[in-house]
C-alpha cells in the first residue's frame, strides 16, 4: 500500500477525553474514529489489526474444534424472559422496539440465542459434545463509556458456547478453550494472566478471567507469588481472622460518648483501640430487578477491612445494579441508622450481612445508632444478630493468601477475555434436553467463552508503545514494513524503494511505502507513531544500493545492501508472524 493513497489522518491534537496511552494512540493515528459515546468505526489501519486478532482467534477456535457460526444481533425478549434475564440483565442491556411496540434487544451476549438454536437441533447425547461460536458487534448501554474500545458501548466479541453431556465433558471443553485462549493471548503479543473470577450474572461455577497486565486496567488482581493462588479482587476468597481465645471473657456493653468521630480512625483514636477491634457499617438502598426500591442492607466488617461489593450481592443473590451506596438522611428513619454512628444492634426493617469473622471476634467497638456514641464490648448473639454471615471482604495486599498463608499482591490488568462453566442455568429453564442411551432425558451442560476483540487491540497497544507511539508486535501489526523513501522526486532513491516494496510483497510481507510529498521529518515521526515493526529508509546512499534498516522497538539502526534488508525483514517476519 502506498501512503500517498492511502485514507488514513493522523491528528496533531488528540481530544481531552482519551485519558490512556491506548486511546490516545488509537485516535492520533487514525485507526478508530469516535462517532458517539462509546461508539466507535474503525478505519484501514484498524481494521487490518483487527481483523488479525480475528484470524488468530478463528485459527484458534478452529483447532479446538469450535465451529463458526453468525447470529443475529437483534434478538426478541421472549428469549430472554425465558431465561429469566429480561429484567435481570439490569439497564445495561439495550433495549428497542420494533413499529409494532414487540421488544427486542441488542444482544450484549447470546447465551439465550445458543441454547434456543441448540435445544431445536440437539436431542440424542450422539450429537454431544459441541462447540459454537461466532465474531460478531455487542451492545452493552454501559454506565460509563470509556478509554475508547477499552469500555464501549458498541464492541466486538468472539462469544463461544461449549454444550457437553455431563460435567467432564463439560471440564474437557473448558480446558480446550482456556488452552486455546492461552494461545491466543500469546500470539497476539500479551503479557497476561488466567485469574480466577467471579461469575457474575451470567452465572454457574467455575471461571476464569484473562487479564492483559496494564497499570490502567480496570481489573484488580489479587495473587501469590509463593504459590499459584491468582483471582480478581472481587472473586479472591479471605481468610478469617483467628477467633479471640476462649479464655477472652465477653464485657458488658457499654455506650460511651465519641462526639464527632464519625470514621473508623477517628473512633478508634479516640477510644486508644485498633482499627482492628471496630466494625465498619456500609449502607445499601436496594432495588427489585425492574429498580422499583426495596428497602435497605447494611453490611459490617471489621474496621481495618475493606467491603466486598460484588461477594456482597453475590451473598444476597442480587444483581450489582439492584444495590446502590444510601441516602443516610432517607435512611436514617427508616432503619434507625445514624450517618457516622451506625451499628449492627440498634438498626430495624433492613437486611443485616455481618462479615465471616466478625462472630468469632469478642469486645468490639460498634456504632450506637445514636449521634456522637458508640458502643463497647459489643458481641456477636448477645448483642447483634445478622441476617446473613458471609465472606464480604476483600483480600488486601499483605493479607494471608488463602492457599498457602504468605503475604498476597496486588497487580491492575485489562480483562481481555472471560471462560465460564455455566453448567445447566440456561438449559433448564429453556428446556434445551438430550437423551442418553437409555432414552432418558438430561439438561445439556454448558459453557462460554468470550474474547473482547477490540478491547484486546486495545491491550495491545496498551502494553506496546512509547512516548513516539505505537510499537506493533509483527503478528498484529497493519502492515509489517514501512519504507521511508526520503525524496518521492528522486528517480534513483524511488526506483530502489520500488524494488523493496515488490520483492517484499512478493514475499507475502506485508509493506507500507511512505511515497508522500512530505518533509523527512514528518515522515519519521509518522513512521514511529504508526509503528509498524520494520522501517527500511531509503535515501541518499540509495545510488550505492545502501539503505537503512530499523526495527521499532529497537533503538540502533544499520546500513544494509537493500536485497539484505529484503532479506532481513522476510526472516523477522516469518519468525514473529505467529
Ligand atoms: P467487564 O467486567 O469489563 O464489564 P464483562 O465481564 O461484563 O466485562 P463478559 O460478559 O465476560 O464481560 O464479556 C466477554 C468479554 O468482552 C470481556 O472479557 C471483555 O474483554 C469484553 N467486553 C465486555 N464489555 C466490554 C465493553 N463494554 N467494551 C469492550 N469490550 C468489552
Ligand atoms: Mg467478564
Not at 485516535?27 to 481494521?47: D, E, N, Q
Amino acid at each position: 500500500m502506498r501512503l500517498s493513497q492511502m485514507y488514513m489522518k493522523t491528528l496533531r491534537e488528540v481530544p481531552n477525553e482519551a485519558e490512556i496511552p491506548s486511546h490516545v494512540l488509537l485516535l492520533r493515528t487514525g485507526m478508530i474514529r469516535k462517532l458517539a459515546s462509546g461508539v466507535y468505526g474503525f478505519l484501514p489501519l484498524g481494521w487490518r489489526s483487527l481483523r488479525k486478532i480475528e484470524e488468530i482467534i478463528r485459527q484458534e477456535m478452529d483447532r479446538a474444534g469450535a465451529q463458526e457460526i453468525l447470529m443475529s444481533a437483534i434478538q426478541p425478549a421472549e428469549l430472554w424472559e425465558e431465561s429469566g434475564r429480561w429484567n435481570a440483565y439490569g439497564p445495561e442491556l439495550w433495549r428497542i422496539k420494533d413499529r409494532n411496540g414487540r421488544d427486542f434487544c441488542l444482544g450484549p451476549t447470546h447465551e439465550e440465542i445458543f441454547t434456543d438454536i441448540v435445544r431445536d437441533s440437539i436431542s440424542s447425547y450422539r450429537q454431544l459434545p459441541l462447540m459454537l461460536y461466532q465474531i460478531q458487534h455487542k451492545y452493552r448501554d454501559e454506565a460509563r463509556p470509556r478509554f475508547g474500545l477499552m469500555r464501549s458501548r458498541e464492541f466486538i466479541m468472539k462469544d463461544c458456547y461449549s454444550f457437553d453431556k455431563d460435567q467432564e465433558g463439560l471440564d474437557v471443553s473448558y480446558q480446550k478453550m482456556y488452552d486455546a485462549y492461552t494461545r491466543i493471548f500469546t500470539r497476539c503479543g500479551l503479557k497476561f494472566r488466567p485469574v480466577e473470577a467471579d461469575s457474575g450474572a451470567i452465572g454457574g461455577k467455575g471461571s476464569h478471567e484473562f487479564t492483559a497486565l496494564s497499570e490502567v486496567g480496570e481489573s484488580e488482581i489479587a495473587y501469590c507469588e509463593n504459590c499459584d493462588m491468582a483471582a480478581t479482587v472481587e472473586k479472591a476468597e479471605c481468610v478469617d481472622a483467628a477467633p479471640s481465645p476462649e479464655s477472652v471473657e465477653l464485657l458488658p456493653m457499654e455506650k460511651v460518648h465519641t462526639p464527632g468521630t464519625k470514621t473508623i480512625e477517628e473512633v478508634a483514636g479516640f477510644l486508644g483501640l485498633e482499627k482492628s477491634q471496630t466494625i465498619k457499617a456500609l449502607l445499601f438502598a436496594r432495588y427489585d430487578d425492574e429498580l422499583r426500591p426495596d428497602g435497605y442492607v447494611a453490611a459490617f466488617v471489621r474496621g481495618d477491612r475493606e467491603l466486598n461489593e460484588t461477594k456482597l450481592v453475590n451473598a444476597l443473590g442480587l444483581n450489582e445494579f439492584q444495590l446502590e451506596f444510601a441516602d443516610e438522611e432517607k435512611m436514617g428513619p427508616a432503619t434507625g441508622a445514624v450517618g457516622g454512628f451506625t451499628g449492627p444492634g440498634g438498626l430495624h426493617d433492613c437486611t443485616i450481612v455481618v462479615d465471616s469473622e466478625l462472630p468469632g471476634l469478642k469486645n468490639l467497638c460498634a456504632g450506637a445508632c445514636e449521634a456522637d456514641h458508640h458502643l463497647i464490648n459489643v458481641n456477636y448473639g448477645r448483642d447483634y444478630k445478622a441476617d446473613v454471615v458471609a465472606d464480604i471482604k476483600v483480600l488486601a495486599e499483605g493479607d494471608p493468601c488463602p492457599c498457602c498463608g504468605a503475604p498476597i499482591r496486588h497487580t491492575r490488568g485489562i480483562e481481555v477475555g472471560q471462560v465460564f462453566k455455566l453448567q445447566t442455568k440456561y438449559s433448564v429453564p429453556m428446556g434445551a434436553i438430550y437423551k442418553d442411551e437409555k432414552q432418558k432425558d438430561h439438561p445439556i451442560v454448558m459453557g462460554c467463552y468470550g474474547i473482547g476483540v477490540s478491547r484486546t487491540l486495545a491491550a495491545v497497544v496498551e502494553q506496546h508503545h512509547d512516548d513516539k507511539g505505537i510499537i506493533w508486535p509483527v503478528s498484529v501489526a497493519p502492515y509489517h514494513v514501512i519504507i521511508t523513501l526520503v525524496k518521492p522526486n528522486d528517480e534513483v532513491q524511488a526506483k530502489v524503494a520500488e524494488e523493496i516494496y515488490e520483492k517484499l510483497t512478493a514475499a507475502g510481507v506485508e509493506v507500507l511505502l511512505d511515497d508522500r510529498n512530505e518533509r523527512p521529518g514528518v515522515k519519521f515521526n509518522d513512521a514511529d507513531l504508526l509503528g509498524m515493526p520494520i522501517r527500511i529508509t531509503v535515501g541518499k546512499l540509495a545510488g550505492e544500493g545502501i539503505v537503512e534498516y530499523k526495527l521499532r522497538r529497537e533503538a540502533d539502526k544499520e546500513e544494509l545492501s537493500a536485497e539484505e534488508a529484503v532479506e532481513r525483514a522476510v526472516e523477522l517476519v516469518r519468525k514473529e508472524n505467529i
